[in-house]
Nanobody
Framework: VQLQASGGGLVQAGGSLRLSCATSGRTGSTYSVGWFRQIPGKEREFVAAISRSAAMTYYAGSVKGRFTISRDNDKNTVYLQMNSLKPEDTAVYYC????????????????WGQGTQVTVSS
C-alpha cells in the first residue's frame, strides 16, 4: 500500500489546517491509520490514530480537544483536522497504516507516507 500525506503549510498560531492521507494499492478500510510528527533531532511522536471502521480514535494528550482524526473509506482517505494550532505543533507530520488493530505505537505500523511540513508561527 502507498500513502500520500498532504495539506501541510505555514499558519499563524490559533489557525487551522487539515491534513489528508490518501491510501492506494488496497481498500482504505483495510487499514488502521495513525498520524505521527517529528522535529529534527527528536523521536517521532504519536499524534492521533483511527481504527479501520472509525469506531475507535486515540489522541495524544497534547492535541486532544484541538485535533480531530476522521476517515472517508469511500475515498480511501484519512484526515487530521488541526485547530487552535500552537508553535509547538510545528513538525513534519507523517501518516502510517497497518492492517492490524489501531495502535499508538509507531513501530507497529508497516506503511508510511512521505511526510508533510506544518509550521506554526507565533
Amino acid at each position: 500500500v502507498q500513502l500520500q500525506a498532504s495539506g501541510g503549510g505555514l499558519v499563524q498560531a490559533g489557525g487551522s489546517l487539515r491534513l489528508s492521507c490518501a491510501t492506494s494499492g488496497r481498500t482504505g478500510s483495510t487499514y488502521s491509520v495513525g498520524w505521527f510528527r517529528q522535529i529534527p533531532g527528536k523521536e517521532r511522536e504519536f499524534v492521533a490514530a483511527i481504527s479501520r471502521s472509525a469506531a475507535m480514535t486515540y489522541y495524544a494528550g497534547s492535541v486532544k480537544g484541538r485535533f480531530t482524526i476522521s476517515r472517508d473509506n469511500d475515498k480511501n482517505t484519512v484526515y487530521l483536522q488541526m485547530n487552535s494550532l500552537k508553535p509547538e505543533d510545528t513538525a513534519v507530520y507523517y501518516c502510517a497504516a497497518d492492517p492490524a488493530g489501531v495502535t499508538v505505537v509507531s513501530t507497529s505500523y508497516n506503511y508510511w507516507g512521505q511526510g508533510t511540513q506544518v509550521t506554526v508561527s507565533s
